[in-house]
């Protein structure tokens, strides 16, 4: 990757952590996502420009607010830290303008993971626009293979919603959120119907290992508790779209 390369990504990509993280505090309050100013969490202050550089500024401040110099915590640099990971993961992999297909991608389900999991909620306004664009990005750079990759936006809803009616029938209480079957399709219409299998099977091993380090650290676990499997669909849908479905080698 040559230098302008990269300190475009690095600048792009902390840009927009920084905007995955408003939206992953607002998103599911309802509160204004561009229109209202950043503000202290602590004494209402609004934060000037200088003190919303992603990463440096809380690193100047050491964290604090400039005006009642109460702790921010780390909750917005790790989400810009994270962001330009996504980024620079997606760059050992696929080149080009793809390279920034892959991006949007991987930043749209970092948002999604981290709302499902602290709300166990998928917005539609995240959800809902993967589908065509996984559609538009297929017709670009797969168009061969547009009909599986339309075929995998229909396969992936409507095998969640059939599972999650049978649940429903069978213990009488949701199983599957509405928003997991449109993330699915989301995810679908990307990595096409031949992909949807490893990323169930991934999300699936996924929550089990997590649940499994949970009981194994003393947490009392039941069949009612809450899992945000979104959460797991989305790291699972960006580990297919990067490098394919799972394969059995001979």
Not at 51 to 65: D, K, M, T
Not at 129 to 134: E, H, K, R, T, V
Not at 172 to 198: C, H, M, Q, T, Y
């Amino acid at each position: 990757m040559d230098l302008p390369l990269l300190a475009t990504l690095l600048l792009v990509s902390a840009v927009v952590g920084s905007f995955v993280g408003t939206l992953v505090v607002r998103l599911p309050a309802h509160h204004p996502v561009v229109m209202d100013r950043s503000r202290c969490p602590a004494c209402d202050t609004q934060l000037r420009v200088a003190e919303l550089v992603p990463i440096l500024s809380w690193l100047i401040l050491r964290g604090r607010c400039r005006t009642c110099h109460q702790r921010i915590g780390t909750f917005y640099p790790l989400i810009e830290g994270a962001a330009i990971g996504v980024a620079f993961w997606a760059a050992t992999v696929v080149t080009g303008w793809a390279l920034w297909a892959s991006c949007i991608f991987g930043w749209s389900l970092l948002a999604l993971a981290l709302i499902d999991w602290r709300h166990r909620l998928l917005p539609d306004k995240l959800t809902l626009p993967l589908l065509p664009a996984g559609l538009g990005i297929a017709f670009l750079i797969d168009r061969q293979n547009l009909a599986a990759h339309a075929l995998g936006a229909v396969s992936g809803f409507l095998s969640f919603a059939a599972i999650a009616a049978a649940y429903r029938s069978w213990r009488g209480r949701e199983g599957l959120g509405g928003g997991d079957f449109k993330l699915f399709g989301g995810i679908g219409a990307w990595v096409g119907w031949d992909g949807l299998p490893s990323v169930v099977l991934i999300a699936s091993i996924s929550a089990l290992g997590v649940s499994s380090l949970e009981w194994a650290r003393g947490r009392r676990l039941s069949l009612s508790d809450e899992i945000p499997f979104g959460s797991y669909l989305s790291i699972a849908g960006w580990i297919v779209w990067l490098y394919g479905p799972l394969t059995l080698n001979r």
